[in-house]
């Protein structure tokens, strides 16, 4: 399998964010991905080569203009405001909930920041924008691989991207990488596409990108809202609207979870993805579900990982895998190449079987 590796992701490297009332060294830090390309190599999985370079357009199907004209320029709006910004990272604080108005651009750069967040977890910093940017290309370029033929492409980068929405960042994601290779998936001649969220969080971004659309579907399995990030979306109810009833489907589970409810609740996802008739499958594969993630709340265990890449194998569709969340470092990387392996040797055992 082919990976696009983002080269410039740890460009991306946030000091603190807001948990649980302190500020706190990030989660999300740039050795996670660091492990997953180790761990490919150390496998020989198949070439690693970076992205192509997409146009600002290709961003466009997904984002809004004035969302993507934000982020180009925030960093440097931040150090405009005091030169000593330059060493911390802008953090929002404010934020337009009901009865504000969203609907007017203010000049003042935190009211923008909280126009265009959803929480106080996720620094921009001075190379956010570089590396979420490199990052969907990352995306784009392995949805165009599987279109142009290859079974399946890895896109391996950080800031990871499920909680981003049409114009706005969170949840340590800037640019939703999924959204993006399933849009260009569509663009390439795929007519219904399915993305299939397996991190511990509720990708709120995606679903909320294609809520009202017929031709994407979208599924997530994910840490019950009542209790997990990102709280506000993810709930059992929500089937999609208008064009797109019937395109979203959720699978709230509660903490605690382990493989054996994970994985038959993976086999129905899988099961509605093939009803809708998917000809090409994108997976958020965020690895957070690990029982030693410091953040989440299932319990799979390393090995658990491989079976995981076979159930996606059965489902026999040319498929985008985008990495997202997973906070074990250390076990990350071994983790998710254990969901690629067990997706190839399952296609190789079909292949010789066929
Ligand atoms: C709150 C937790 C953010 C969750 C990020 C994540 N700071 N999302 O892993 O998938
Ligand atoms: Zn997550």
Redesign the pocket.
Known sequence: MITYFNHLHSQHQGKL???RGELVPC??VPARADHVLAELKKRSFGAIVQPEAFDDSALLGVHSQRYLDFLTHAWDEWVALDPANATRDALPSVWPVRSLRSDVLPTNFAARMGLFSM?A??PLTSGTWVAARTGADCALSAALAVAGGERAAFALTRP?G??AGADFFG???FLNNAALAAQQLRTQGFERVAILDL???H?NGTQAIFYDRADVYFTSIHGDPQTE??FYLGYADELGAGAGIGCNRNWPLPRGTGFGVWRATLQHALSDVAEFGAQALVVSL?M?TFVGDP??GFALQTPDYLQVGDELAKAGLPTVFVF????AVAEVGVNAVNVLQGFEQARNINKKST
């Open positions: 964010e807001m948990f989660f999300e929480d977890g996720s990871p499920h909680h949840g340590y994601c991190d511990y969080h990708g990030y990102p965020g957070d953040i989440s997202e969340g997973g906070y």
